[in-house]
Structure formats: C-alpha cells, structure tokens
C-alpha cells in the first residue's frame, strides 16, 4: 500500500523558514512528478511547486523566489523549502505523487496519491 508522509509543519514568525519533506512508500515502480499543494480555511487546494522525473520545476507566482522544491538523495524523497514566509502562506500542505506505478493484485496501474497534510502557520 502506498503512503505519502510528509512531517515538518509548525509554527513559524513572518519572515522566517521552513522546510517540509514528503516521502513515498510502498511498492513504487516509479513515480512521474511529486508536487506540493496548500489550502488555507475556506480556500480550494492549490498547487504551490511541482517537480518532475527530469527534475523540471513549476511554481505558484505567489512563491515564486522564495519557496524551492527539490528531490532527496533517498528515491521518492521530495522537499519544500520555504523562506521569506508571510502570514498568507498559512494553510495546510499536502504532498501529492502523481503517475505513480504501483503494484495491486499482481497488477501495475498508475494513479495519483496524497498525503495527509502538514499544517504550516506563520504567525504576523
């Protein structure tokens, strides 16, 4: 069964960093793009950065500079490193592995999965 665990939210001052990390376990055959998204109280879930196999990157304008997406050295890692935090970066974040090819009754299929979010509060 795949997991998505995703530690390292908390409480931060405006200005500061943070850094979340997600990790995919499970039988994984591969996993095509790993991504981060927030939903703050009352707000659809967003995407905030997305990161490919190839290591191509996208972003939200509104983190555009200040937040980074990397891999891990460990397979299926994913970071988000987050500077220059403002108040409206609160929300929850989630971890989401995208076309990821795992194994279900002897057969591979692929699919989406999330984690089950971190929240991140940055205080004024």
């Known amino acids: 069964q795949v997991q998505l665990t995703e530690p390292g939210g908390g409480l931060v001052q405006a200005g500061g960093s943070l850094k979340l990390s997600c990790a995919a376990s499970?039988?994984?055959?591969?996993?095509?793009?790993m991504a981060w998204y927030r939903q703050a109280p009352g707000k659809q879930r967003d995407l905030v950065a997305r990161?490919?196999?190839?290591?191509?990157?996208n972003y939200a304008d509104s983190v555009k500079g200040r937040f980074t997406i990397s891999r891990g050295s460990a397979k299926y890692m994913v970071y988000l490193q987050m500077n220059s935090l403002k108040p409206e970066d609160t929300a929850v974040y989630y971890c989401?592995?995208?076309?990821?090819?795992?194994?279900?009754?002897?057969?591979?299929?692929?699919?989406?999965?999330w984690g089950k979010g971190t929240l991140v509060t940055v205080s004024s």
């Open positions: 989401k592995a995208e076309d990821l090819s795992t194994l279900n009754s002897g057969t591979y299929y692929s699919g989406d999965f």
């Open positions: 499970g039988i994984i055959r591969s996993i095509n793009v």
């Open positions: 990161i490919t196999s190839g290591g191509n990157t």
